[in-house]
């Protein structure tokens, strides 16, 4: 069987496979064994870290217990996401429409932990040249840079949410039909 063949499809292809890439090699860093992480990708993230001063990486990576809730959420990327996240691309580029389950429970998910994430960075107060250091404060182009890189975390996975479930109602549809096509014929 060939890959899904709708365009929307493609798009999800690279969007998935690309955060199965991300969540591998930078999100899940930390559950790599000792001296097995390429030096690359700890400075990928090492840049994205000083570039975007982003504190909810900053503060579960120093171990802040008040941080628990966030990793948490780096676990469910880790036991739940990233094998979904591998079902889905291997059942688009399998042409299995089973795959739509799987994007619609990731999509969900991927929403639902993003959202208290982007809350964070906006209620987090504006810095300026008076803020003492150590305080928690990002400047407004720190949060630019961080809802760029977590907006489409939220954006893309709603949408594929709203479409992986009208895909599905679609199919069950279809099964309904079928199978009272079935009952009367065999009456």
Do not use: H
Not at 58 to 69: E, F, N, R, V, Y
Not at 99 to 124: E, G, H, K, Q, R
């Amino acid at each position: 069987m060939a890959m899904l063949p709708r365009a929307l499809d493609k798009v999800y292809l690279v969007y998935f496979a690309l955060a199965l890439l991300i969540g591998i090699f930078i999100d899940l860093q930390d559950y790599w064994p000792a001296g097995t992480l390429p030096g690359i990708l700890k400075q990928i993230k090492d840049q994205y870290l000083e570039d975007s001063k982003d504190p909810l990486l900053t503060a579960a990576l120093g171990g802040a217990p008040q941080m628990a809730w966030f990793d948490s959420l780096v676990f469910q990327e880790f036991i739940f996401q990233l094998p979904a996240l591998y079902l889905i691309v291997k059942g688009i580029l399998q042409g299995s429409r089973s795959s739509y389950i799987w994007i619609l429970a990731y999509s969900v998910s991927s929403a639902a932990t993003t959202i208290p994430c982007i809350y964070t960075f906006l209620v987090i107060p504006d810095a300026d040249a008076t803020t003492p250091v150590g305080t928690l404060a990002l400047s407004p182009a720190q949060k630019r840079f961080l809802l760029y890189n977590y907006v489409p975390f939220i954006v893309v996975p709603l949408i594929a949410a709203v479409d992986s479930a009208m895909q599905l109602a679609e199919d069950v549809k279809l099964a309904v039909t079928a199978r009272k096509a079935m009952e009367a014929k065999a009456k």
